[in-house]
């Protein structure tokens, strides 16, 4: 049987899924794309393949997928339209592309780009609770901005990263950090653009980074920080429902996305 590979970028409410990767008895986006490509193949099992795995209330608006149809070839706009009339009103398909056998939708990567949202509103917003971190105290946005700079560079980033994680490799190239405050709708939208990420990573940074903006922390902390290697310095993780994985890089980083070319 002949098969077609197809890479896709979709945009995922993750709130009322258990994270990206299938699991027994849970609602996956992974799972959820699998049964409707097993109905439009009349029963044949397709494995989907993300760039990154998700975790339960994480959102994206650019999550990558790879999989190899079988059958007939179905031009890319139709397989947009087919498949995004059996979805969920929670995922939509963006865009698609007929890809060579060889690329790998994880492998192929160069780099991602998370960005994470935390109201600093007093109490919680119910409009906003599944999609924002929340933090009710006082920050300092240009000390935020300024230890920012810190992580940017080639660094192990053993500290920022939550027990579970598989990968012993911990050594990551920050390209790009932005800090800035969203006044009218008082946020602070954090965006992070690495080679890879850790388990937890950009939620431990935020955090991290929310700690030096109130004082908790010092300004000159996260040298220290990187250095230690060592979990134990950061306790604090952001939680899960701010966090949007925004873009997934299969060219070279872009120059203005490079900060770190400018600092080292």
């Not at 393949?49 to 190899?68: C, K, L, P």
């Not at 990573?201 to 996260?222: C, F, Q, S, W, Y």
Request: proline share 4%; hydrophobic share 35%.
């Amino acid at each position: 049987m002949n098969y077609t590979r197809y890479k896709m970028t979709l945009a995922y409410d993750g709130h009322l899924f258990h994270g990206f990767q299938s699991q027994p008895r849970q609602r996956t986006v992974q799972g959820t794309i699998e049964a409707a490509l097993k109905k439009m193949t009349k029963g044949h099992e397709v494995a989907v393949e993300g760039s990154g795995r998700t975790d339960a209330g994480v959102h994206a608006f650019g999550q990558v997928i790879h999989f190899d149809y079988p059958g007939t070839t179905i031009p890319p706009e139709r397989m947009i339209c087919a498949l995004n009339s059996i979805m969920p009103l929670d995922i939509v398909f963006k865009e698609c592309e007929i890809v060579d056998e060889n690329f790998h939708v994880r492998y192929s990567a160069k780099g991602k780009w998370y960005r994470y949202r935390v109201s600093l509103d007093r109490f919680v917003d119910p409009f906003k609770r599944f999609y924002t971190g929340h933090y009710p105290y006082p920050v300092d946005l240009e000390k935020m901005q300024l230890a920012a700079k810190d992580l940017l560079g080639t660094h192990d980033f053993t500290s920022f990263a939550a027990s579970g994680g598989q990968i012993k490799n911990k050594v990551r190239t920050m390209y790009y950090v932005n800090v800035q405050k969203d006044e009218e709708e008082n946020e602070i939208i954090f965006d992070f653009i690495c080679s890879g990420f850790l388990y937890n990573m950009v939620r431990i940074l935020v955090a991290t980074l929310l700690e030096i903006g109130n004082g908790k922390r010092p300004l000159n902390d996260i040298p220290r920080v990187i250095k230690a290697k060592n979990r134990e310095e950061v306790r604090e993780t952001a939680q899960a429902n701010g966090l949007f994985l925004y873009h997934v890089f299969y060219e070279d980083i872009p120059k203005k996305y490079r900060l770190d070319s400018e600092l080292y």
